[in-house]
């Protein structure tokens, strides 16, 4: 079993900055891609970001481009989500997942490619 805890969500003013971090525990693998989705009220949950295992490839939402990057850290088993350039509509719970295969290389999109999911941090961003 894999356990996955994020934090760092929290309330921010429009244009700042939030690093979120998700920590792996348990039969964790450094070739599994790890991905960030966020779920705003009374919308479907989308993808943000990913990082492929090994970290050599990453992809980004649209939305996030040029603002949110994934670094991450194998001797930790922790990946992160630095947030910048906030804006209102980046509002949601930030949810971190791992992908269910285990192949270096690997950036899934959809949200079922996603084995392990952790319990979700909310980001609230004023205008």
């Known amino acids: 079993q894999v356990q996955l805890v994020e934090s760092g969500g929290g309330l921010v003013q429009a244009g700042g900055s939030l690093r979120l971090s998700c920590a792996a525990s348990g039969r964790t693998f450094s070739s599994n891609a790890m991905g960030w989705f966020r779920q705003a009220p009374g919308k479907d949950r989308e993808f943000v970001a990913v990082i492929s295992g090994g970290g050599g490839n990453t992809r980004y939402a649209d939305s996030v481009k040029g603002r949110f990057t994934i670094p991450g850290d194998n001797a930790k088993n922790t990946v992160y989500l630095q947030m910048n350039s906030l804006k209102p509509e980046d509002t949601a719970v930030y949810y971190c997942?791992?992908?269910?295969?285990?192949?270096?290389?690997?950036?899934?999109?959809?949200?079922?490619?996603?084995?392990?999911w952790g319990q979700g941090t909310q980001v609230t961003v004023s205008s």
């Open positions: 997942a791992r992908d269910k295969a285990s192949w270096s290389g690997r950036t899934p999109l959809q949200a079922t490619e996603y084995e392990y």
